[in-house]
């Protein structure tokens, strides 16, 4: 396996075939019979003719084999940035025709590689860049994708298979799905509890430019940034200082728990950041735990997608 | 359990995915219609069947295709129907019937396979579908191969494994939405399957006929002949291979000697057609008849009150003393009769058991077996033989006189007159020879020193016998000469021996492992009598020369022989094709692709044919301008077409249709505007020995030119 853009093959699997029985079967039927037919006639032409047929037949059952064991899968770069149950296209190059199936992350099934495309149907251009579309269940940090290669070449009588391991040139983060944030903490001003219902306000000295976002009113809209930018743009002013919203986040053992926990996270974040909250995000990640401050969705998802549960304290002896 | 296997065959007879591959499907009804066209050429389906099937397997694709996506769902239950129908009149076939040999079952196993290969065609709308009907061409395949004798059945197996293998491809492209086989792949593929079978077909043993059927044996279109057990010469037996001649019709020729006499003085034109395909364990002399009563000039039988027994036991017959023979070998011989032979059962020596499509066979004294019926074209009969060749040791070692049995000494002694020279000669060479097995060695070296081999020899006149023509005149004959030479010398020095005619095995053809046994394979040979060891062949004619022998022209004959028996009509096709195929690529591949190239060629073709070609890193338009220069054209119209053809081959601003036709035909008329370039002129040779132009003369020197330092004033100098 060869990658590019620093897609490094690191390990693959045994080279196996995909439910051998019927096509072995199948040959071994047709090949004994044959040889009853030669044994049974003594005719010359009928071992010949069995000879070649044998020849296709083995050929055809143990190429592909040797053709996945070969097989060039070239993943050309990788998103930085995922979010858990929404796809992900990757582009890829095969030397061959191969289907590929995502296994970590999960994904659907693919051919890609050089093929004949028919006059008049729409498609990719043979031989040039395809992408694959991986589909994420959980959030992660993704260094490698795992995916299982498979052929049939030249015949297409048995199917063999092989999962290699593709190290990708920077890790992939999945983030969390965006969650029902939890109660989110009342503002200094807002002595009655309802900030929430309030309208957002701007004062200060204006800081730049920010795409709408919904509640921003219309007189903020900066019409010359918009005619620029070709999308909605409005005036983004100092806001008051706030005091920083810590998040703490722990997650539970159970994966699907954690899940649910880490969208609401991260809902919870994103929540606050848009209401131009300082927040700051404590989570436990495998090196330890991670205090630091999150200004947008990115960055929180990230954080998230490497949060992990605490691990269990270690008991005294 | 039951639940879960019930569960996986549900899941491996669901239907699949409806194929919309039309290569692949064209792909297996081309194996299906190659498998039927191969077994109508074996004679297994008649031409009816054959046309019917094929025009039901391509309708039955064509129709599976139309209704791949929703099969109709009353096809199945007829189909299933007309399966089982023919499946009730496969064995009604059999019933009622003695299974005579295979191919009593191949003919009506190859009818019932092709109806469900028609049946099979009408529902294939899935790939699983079309791959089980190429498996099922493979059987149609198997069955025409098992009848096949000759290497023209290639033809078939090569445009069934063109269609078989253009299918697997197209199965692949269709499973992987689009794969293909690159040409490298292509390459390695055919390396592999050549490998592969190669390999199976070094490691599996030779085919060998399983004793569990009867051998084959098929009468062909042989009929009764009217004197049993006659041949010809035997008043109305008309049934015998005619002498032919290069001029004649057939061009085949047949051997005289397969009669009730044999003419050493005539041969007949015996030609390379095959006569007979043999298949056999081993080569050997396959005995037609024997001879032993000889009158200077043809060999006959004498008659003799056990001349000919009838055998009625019908297939397999025993044949008498073939079954009383010991030997620890044996040989199976099964004989296809191409063309119309006599009704001799050829074999090889001892010859214990006939599987003939009979009921009854005629076994003569002289150890030959003949057939009641004509065999003609397609007649089959098998023969076990006994194989039992003693060394030369122990026929050195054979009893004397006294085992005589039967009378062999008094039959096979006799000659119609005392030899005398023979007798002396044959003593001569003999004299130092105790035993009778190199005794026979002796004379038969010495012909081998002493005579030539020729076919084209002149006839014997009136009276004159053959012996003594061939040993003290001429010394040249074939194997008839020779072997009756041999023969009498034996006799006169009192070795019992008789004349052999039948066949040599011919060229082995190792794909269908048959022997093609030719016309011009007929022979004679000599058996000699070993008491306790019988019959022994002794053929003389192996160690005589050829009369005109040259390495030359031995080379040169099997070359041509080797060059007529190849297939010249289906190799010229396919070179033919390649070389076809080759041109017109290499001629598209010339072919200018775009309006600029077309127009830049042309720019070219007129500069070179006014000697002027363009130089290599030389662009259009400084050619051009070279041209109008040439041309002395000011205006500069090569540059400006020049121009155009650039603007259209680096900027893509292609002129409209009609103005680029008329560019090019602009082109072509300015072709001759440019003038040819003229050489320039060679100057001739001055009187000492310079190149000097012409008219001017040679500068004269009456002294050195001087040398820069040396002090001397120089002209011009100033003082």
């Given at each position: 396996m060869t990658g590019r853009a620093g897609a490094r093959p690191r390990r693959s699997g045994r080279?196996?075939?995909?439910?051998?029985?019927?096509?072995?079967?199948?040959?071994?039927?047709?090949?004994?019979?044959?040889?009853?037919?030669?044994?049974?006639?003594?005719?010359?032409?009928?071992?010949?003719?069995?000879d070649v047929v044998a020849g296709v037949l083995a050929v055809g059952l143990v190429a592909p084999a040797v053709v996945v064991r070969r097989a060039t899968l070239a993943v050309l770069g990788v998103p930085a940035d995922g979010t858990a149950g929404l796809p992900l296209e990757v582009p890829v190059k095969a030397g061959t025709r191969l289907r590929v199936r995502p296994l970590d992350p999960p994904g659907p099934e693919a051919f890609v590689g050089p093929h004949h495309v028919p006059a008049g149907t729409a498609g990719g251009e043979p031989g040039g860049t395809e992408y694959l579309t991986l589909l994420p269940a959980r959030r992660g940090v993704y260094p490698a994708i795992t995916l299982e290669i498979a052929t049939a070449a030249p015949f297409g009588l048995l199917w063999w298979r092989r999962a290699v391991v593709v190290e990708l040139s920077r890790q992939l983060y999945v983030r969390p799905r965006l969650g029902r944030p939890v109660a989110l903490p009342v503002g200094r001003h807002d002595t009655a509890g309802d900030g929430d219902l309030r309208a957002p306000v701007q004062v200060g000295e204006p800081r730049g430019m920010r795409p709408y976002r919904p509640g921003d009113l219309r007189r903020w809209v900066h019409w010359p940034g918009t005619a620029h930018s070709g999308e909605l743009m409005v005036r983004d002013m100092e806001g008051p200082t706030a005091e920083p919203v810590t998040v703490e986040v722990r997650l539970p053992a159970e994966p699907e728990a954690a899940e649910r926990a880490a969208e609401r996270a991260l809902g919870t974040v994103v929540a606050l950041v848009d209401r131009g909250t300082p927040v700051v995000l404590a989570t436990t990640e495998p090196d330890g735990p991670n205090v630091g401050a999150v200004g947008d969705r990115r960055t929180a998802g990230r954080r998230l997608a490497r949060a992990v549960a605490e691990p269990e304290p270690t008991p005294w002896r | 359990m039951a639940v879960t296997i019930l569960d996986a065959v549900r899941r491996a007879n669901r239907p699949g995915p409806?194929?919309?591959?039309?290569?692949?499907?064209?792909?297996?009804?081309?194996?299906?219609?190659?498998?039927?066209?191969?077994?109508?050429?074996?004679?297994?389906?008649?031409?009816?069947?054959?046309?019917?099937?094929?025009?039901?397997?391509?309708?039955g694709m064509g129709l599976s295709y139309a209704t791949r996506r929703r099969p109709l769902p009353w096809v199945k239950p007829i189909l299933a129907g007309a399966a089982l129908v023919a499946f009730v009149w496969f064995f009604r076939q059999l019933t009622g019937h003695t299974v005579y040999d295979v191919s009593t079952v191949e003919d009506p196993l190859a009818v019932l396979f092709v109806w469900v290969q028609v049946a099979h065609a009408f529902d294939v709308p899935a790939r699983r579908d079309l791959a089980f009907s190429l498996a099922g061409s493979a059987s149609l395949m198997a069955v025409a191969a098992a009848q096949a004798i000759d290497i023209g059945f290639g033809v078939y197996v090569l445009c069934w494994l063109a269609f078989g293998i253009v299918g697997l491809l197209a199965m692949w492209s269709s499973a992987s939405e689009g794969g293909r086989v690159g040409a490298a792949g292509l390459v390695a593929t055919s390396v592999a399957v050549l490998v592969t079978a190669t390999a199976v077909l070094v490691v599996l043993p030779a085919p060998h006929v399983a004793g569990k059927i009867d051998y084959p044996a098929n009468a062909g279109p042989g009929a009764p002949l009217p004197v049993p057990g006659g041949l010809a010469g035997d008043g109305r037996v008309t049934q015998l291979a005619q002498p032919g001649s290069p001029a004649g019709p057939s061009r085949v020729g047949g051997y005289l000697g397969f009669a009730n006499?044999?003419?050493?003085?005539?041969?007949?034109?015996?030609?390379?057609?095959?006569?007979?395909?043999?298949?056999?364990?081993?080569?050997?002399?396959?005995?037609?008849?024997?001879?032993?009563?000889?009158?200077?000039?043809?060999?006959?039988?004498?008659?003799?009150?056990?001349?000919?027994?009838?055998?009625?036991?019908?297939?397999?017959?025993?044949?008498?003393?073939?079954?009383?023979?010991?030997?620890?070998?044996?040989?199976l011989q099964t004989f296809y009769v191409v063309q119309s032979s006599p009704n001799l059962v050829f074999h090889a020596d001892t010859a214990r058991e006939v599987w003939f499509p009979a009921r009854d066979l005629y076994a003569s004294a002289g150890d030959a077996i003949v057939s009641p019926i004509a065999l003609g074209p397609g007649a089959i009969y098998t023969v076990q033989s006994v194989v039992d060749t003693p060394s030369p040791t122990q026929l050195r070692g054979t009893a004397g006189p006294a085992d005589d049995p039967a009378g062999v000494r008094g039959r096979y002694l006799e000659l119609p007159h005392a030899y005398a020279r023979a007798e002396a000669l044959a003593l001569s060479v003999t004299a130092r020879s105790p035993d009778t097995y190199d005794k026979v060695q002796d004379l038969i070296a010495w012909i081998g020193a002493h005579t030539r081999y020729s076919t084209d020899i002149p006839p014997l006149a009136p009276g004159q016998d053959t012996v003594d023509e061939f040993l003290f005149g001429n010394r040249t004959g074939f194997c008839e000469q020779i072997s009756t030479a041999l023969a009498v010398m034996l006799r006169s020095i009192g070795i019992p021996v008789r004349e052999a005619v039948g066949y040599v095995p011919g060229p082995y053809d190792p794909i269908t492992d048959l022997y093609d046994i030719q016309a011009r394979d007929a022979h004679a040979w000599v058996q000699v009598w070993f008491p306790g060891y019988g019959w022994q062949s002794f053929d003389p004619t192996a160690v005589v020369p050829l009369a005109n022998p040259s390495p030359g022209s031995t080379i040169a004959h099997e070359a041509a022989h080797i060059l007529g028996s190849l297939p010249w009509v289906p190799i010229g096709a396919v070179l033919g094709v390649v070389l076809v195929a080759a041109v017109v690529r290499r001629r598209r591949a010339r072919r200018p692709r775009t309006w600029a190239e077309r127009a830049a060629r042309s720019i070219e073709t007129a500069g070179r044919r006014a000697g002027r070609p363009r130089a290599d890193g030389e662009t259009l338009s400084e050619y051009a301008a070279a041209l109008d220069a040439a041309a002395g054209d000011r205006s500069g119209t090569w540059r400006t077409m020049a121009a155009v053809v650039e603007a259209s081959a680096y900027g893509g601003h292609d002129p409209a249709p009609e103005e680029a036709r008329r560019l090019l035909a602009s082109l072509r008329a300015m072709r001759g505007t440019v003038p040819r370039r003229r050489r320039r002129a060679q100057a001739p040779i001055g009187a000492a020995g310079e190149l000097t132009p012409v008219g001017r003369p040679a500068p004269r020197r009456s002294s050195p030119p001087p040398r820069a330092g040396d002090g001397s004033p120089s002209a011009g100098a100033a003082g």
């Open positions: 080279v196996r075939p995909v439910r051998p029985v019927v096509p072995l079967v199948s040959c071994v039927a047709v090949l004994l019979g044959w040889g009853l037919v030669a044994h049974n006639s003594g005719a010359g032409w009928v071992q010949a003719v069995g | 409806p194929e919309h591959s039309v290569t692949l499907r064209v792909a297996c009804a081309g194996a299906v219609v190659a498998g039927i066209a191969a077994c109508r050429a074996e004679g297994e389906l008649s031409w009816t069947v054959a046309g019917a099937t094929t025009v039901l397997v391509v309708a006499h044999l003419d050493t003085a005539l041969r007949g034109a015996l030609g390379d057609t095959v006569v007979m395909r043999v298949r056999a364990e081993r080569p050997s002399y396959w005995v037609g008849e024997t001879f032993d009563d000889w009158d200077g000039a043809d060999w006959t039988v004498a008659p003799s009150p056990d001349a000919s027994q009838q055998l009625t036991s019908g297939s397999p017959f025993v044949i008498p003393g073939g079954a009383g023979a010991s030997g620890a070998d044996s040989d």
